[in-house]
């Protein structure tokens, strides 16, 4: 079992990261070159099948067995009028899960992979982070952990979703913490808020921003203090996938603000990730802008759960499929661009 004792005890995970297997992905860009198309002209699928190869250190890489995680928690701070559905409507969905009446559920059938999901003491609340940190050290520790333990080592591929009414508000506190310029910048209409909502959410994130100065040049206490169980679970569960050399496909805008700690603490702590798409939450846009992340898909979505990074698999499947099935040059007797 994983057990993270202090911050500085997780720091120091966050910091030994192993790298990826170069060779993996020469030997896929040796094949690229010999397929039966112009180089380069299946742009960014090119690129894809090299990435996952240089983390899973084989070539060709595998999708045999992809895993869609999706942490649930509550939040405090939901007190303060930030959302346009009650708190119950966490436990709800986790139900409906359960059930298999969700979109993600549908995804996950669709493309593959198995689904799996994490509440979080869904019957506890974080605090409200205007007022205290949304997490003690201890609390964070634990979630972090219990993301960290949910990725199989044996997993080819992690999506990582996401479910809890407020995590939107959490998501735009932590990103404004480490990015700067305060609630307005990041935060935005969530599960369809109108103009007054939108208001009190801004105002939300300023007042926690404010009561937390103290900590803002630490990523780590940061994610504690404004952040939630789910996200500091997606945090354990990217750090684990780095640490065994798992390719990882991120949600939307509360996924990605989770991980985004990572980065402050190592600059390329999230080169086994990428953006499955880019959320019509407008904060997202801002925030894959500070990462350096070049979605896979852009369609509008904001539903969360995992959803658009779900649908990102095809890309990644379609991209696999065409290097591994596609002939070389010589097998289908085609003339190459020299001759």
């Known amino acids: 079992m994983t057990h993270f004792a202090s911050f500085d005890s997780l720091r120091a995970s966050c910091l030994d990261l192993p790298g990826g297997d170069p060779e993996a992905a020469a030997a896929v860009a040796r094949r690229e070159a010999e397929l039966t198309k112009p180089p380069g002209s299946l742009g960014r699928l090119e690129e894809l099948v090299g990435w996952l190869a240089f983390w899973q250190g084989k070539s060709p890489p595998r999708l045999a067995n992809v895993e869609i995680l999706v942490f649930a928690g509550n939040h405090g701070v939901t007190a303060r009028g930030v959302s346009a559905y009650p708190p119950e409507v966490t436990a709800q969905m986790v139900a409906n899960f359960a059930h298999g009446g969700a979109a993600i559920n549908q995804l996950a059938k669709l493309v593959g992979a198995e689904l799996r ?6 019957d506890h609340p974080t605090a409200d982070f205007t007022e205290h940190a949304a997490m003690e050290e201890a609390q964070f520790l634990a979630a972090v952990a219990s993301g960290y333990e949910a990725v199989s080592p044996q997993a080819d591929l992690v999506v990582l979703g996401e479910m809890g009414i407020g995590n939107t508000t959490a998501a735009a506190a932590v990103a404004a913490a480490l990015f700067g310029e305060g609630g307005a910048r990041f935060a935005g209409h969530g599960t369809g808020l109108d103009e ?88 997202h846009r801002l925030l894959l802008e500070e990462l350096r992340m070049q979605p896979l898909l852009d369609l509008d979505m904001r539903l969360g759960e995992g959803s658009g990074a779900a649908v990102a698999v095809l890309v990644l499947r379609a991209a696999l499929a065409c290097h591994t099935g596609m002939a070389t040059f010589a097998e289908a007797r085609v003339s190459g661009k020299d001759g």
């Open 196 to 283: 007054e909502g939108l208001k009190r959410k801004r105002a939300a994130i300023d007042r926690a921003l404010a009561r937390h100065r103290a900590i803002l040049g630490d990523p780590l206490r940061i994610a504690a203090a404004l952040g939630g169980r789910e996200l500091a679970a997606l945090l354990g569960a990217a750090l684990a996938a780095r640490h065994r050399c798992i390719p990882v496909l991120l949600d939307g805008f509360v996924c990605t603000a989770a991980v985004a700690p990572l980065v402050k603490l190592r600059a390329d702590a999230l080169d086994h990730t990428r953006a499955g798409h880019r959320s019509a939450e407008s904060g």
């Open 117 to 122: 999901v994490i509440a979080l003491d869904l």
